[in-house]
Antibody, heavy 119, light 110 residues
Framework: QVTLRESGPALVKPTQTLTLTCTFS??????????VSWIRQPPGKALEWLAR???????FYSTSLKTRLTISKDTSKNQVVLTMTNMDPVDTATYYC???????????WGQGTLVTVSS | QSVLTQPPSVSAAPGQKVTISCSGS????????VSWYQQLPGTAPKVLIY???KRPSGIPDRFSGSKSGTSVTLGITGLQTGDEAEYYC???????????FGGGTKLTVL
């Protein structure tokens, strides 16, 4: 059974760095073809793709947020970490991590974690 | 402004059929498979359709997907009140080297 769970602070101050951890089970990110993405959704708004890391350590980032994002994995811990620098109130959103088995198919999603950016 | 374009809302009566469109370009839909996701209120998205027209196990055949050129369509037949949700299309964009989603379509079952 594949599960993913996001964890991190619920509240961050403007200009701070956000660190989110995705802890997963039911698959290994060292298996060929496996991928984990981060996606966010501001309250009442659409999904926004942020970043993806692949089994071979290839990394991809949203063009508009590339300078602020870093994605990494710890295969031994079954974790993927996303850091986002210089947080702003417009970054307030529910952040999801999700598994992909192909470039285009995201088949399992975490429940999401709401991050509020406020002083 | 989303890379993929969806209508903001659609509606239909219970038992009827509805379609939701998603348009893109050659760098995304035109050259990649597309997935459709259903997001019920207050929950995480769930995949309904992948690879343009395939259904994961457990998804009823009331849900279907099709593709033509740089557009895809999600079809839902036999509408139920439980189908009221936000629907998103998503794929990869080769020019951006990034994932892309549509702006979402809110389905109302009248």
């Amino acid at each position: 059974q594949v599960t993913l769970r996001e964890s991190g602070p619920a509240l961050v101050k403007p200009t701070q760095t956000l660190t989110l951890t995705c802890t997963f089970s039911g698959f290994s990110l060292s298996t060929s073809g496996m991928r984990v993405s981060w996606i966010r959704q501001p309250p009442g708004k659409a999904l926004e793709w942020l970043a993806r890391i692949d089994w071979d350590d290839d990394k991809f980032y949203s063009t508009s947020l590339k300078t602020r994002l870093t994605i990494s994995k710890d295969t031994s811990k079954n974790q993927v970490v996303l850091t986002m620098t210089n947080m702003d109130p417009v970054d307030t959103a529910t952040y999801y991590c999700a598994r992909g088995t192909t470039v285009t198919n995201i088949d399992y999603w975490g429940q999401g974690t709401l991050v509020t950016v406020s002083s | 402004q989303s890379v993929l374009t969806q209508p903001p809302s659609v509606s239909a009566a219970p038992g009827q059929k509805v379609t939701i469109s998603c348009s893109g370009s050659s760098s995304n839909i035109g050259n990649h498979y597309v997935s459709w996701y259903q997001q019920l209120p207050g929950t995480a998205p769930k995949v309904l359709i992948y690879d343009n027209n395939k259904r994961p196990s457990g998804i009823p055949d009331r849900f279907s997907g099709s593709k033509s050129g740089t557009s895809v369509t999600l079809g839902i037949t036999g509408l139920q009140t439980g189908d009221e949700a936000e629907y998103y299309c998503g794929t990869w964009d080769s020019s951006l080297s990034a994932g892309v989603f549509g702006g979402g379509t809110k389905l109302t079952v009248l």
